[in-house]
């Protein structure tokens, strides 16, 4: 691949990852994947070369974001590459209070190995997959990217830990950094042949509820215990092909001044768990056997965005509601099973 402006996307066989490569796949990028496989198929590379129907194109360099030197290969050997995208992490909440150290060096560690290796490849336009998990249990709703900072869980403290190294790292290095808070992205593509098809024990809810009705667990269990109205956490869900879109509007920014810029995505409304099973049932006719479990640690009450900045500065404009959400997700997981 020889193109000018080659666009690499860490961990971009995985869910976001792999929705963020078709997008710009389909604006005529040319696009490296680097990813280890660890939570996510080398399937998805035909799903999206197929997907784009010969716009843009994309090359796998499999390889792991914990080694540097493997991440010093990519940039020799796609000397074009111009930004990174990077969506490569560990992010389950509840796995990383068990296995901290693990956390802190895929995603703290590996980040900053990512980093190092763009310094000395002298790139300097990165965006960053980050989460509403740095706020925390906010006073505040709806959340504005200004509110304070409150990590309760190690894979959120990973996430405040990696935009303060992006500060550190842009002061030296000059660059644009944009950093997207993601709220809960859910959904799939509506062609049905991406999706959230993870490797590992899902922790998220739509895999959870999916693996459900596909008879791989016995019951869904819903976290109780919250201080919301139905006892059940509030999220604000946001539709993965809303989110990916939002990188390539990250991609086009253009500030005037070089610096670290960060947006919330999300939908700017919040829904309990509650309300996203039962509307996931409505939308598909299908029943699903659930039991209330108790709260998890790290968890908040409720958390939905603010989404103001993004829609004015990166004229970003989320399209789907949460019945497309759950519709395409439900598609997804059919489309995955033929
Ligand atoms: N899905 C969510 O709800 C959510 C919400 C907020 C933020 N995020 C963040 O977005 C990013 C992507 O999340 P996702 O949902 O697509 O997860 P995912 O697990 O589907 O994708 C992550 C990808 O990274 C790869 N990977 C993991 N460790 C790696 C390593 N050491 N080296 C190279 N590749 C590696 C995996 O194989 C996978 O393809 C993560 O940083 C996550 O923290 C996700």
Redesign the pocket.
Known sequence: MSNADTILV?????????HVVLELMEEGHSVVV???????SRD?IDSVSRLAAGKGRVDLFE?????PAQMDKVFQEYSAISTVI??????SVAESEREPDLYRA??VT?TSHLLSAMERAGVKHFI??????VYGNSAILPMLETAPLSPQSQ?GK??VEIEKNLHAWQKKNGGIVVVL??????GAHKSGLLG?????EAA?LLPAILETVSGKRPELTIYGGYNTPDGTGIRDYIH?VDLARGHLQALKYEPDNDGVYIFNLGLGKGYSTQQVVDAFIQETGLTIKQRRGQRREGDVDACYADNTRALQQLNWKPEYQLNDMLSHAWLSHKSSLM
């Open positions: 860490t961990g971009g066989l995985g869910y976001i990852g792999s680097f990813d280890n496989g660890s939570n996510a998805v390889g792991d974001i914990t080694e990077h969506c490569a992490g560990l992010k895929v995603n590996g960053f997959s980050s989460s509403a998990t894979y990973n996430k808070r993601y709220f809960n992205p859910i959230d098809r993870p490797k590992k998220n993965v």
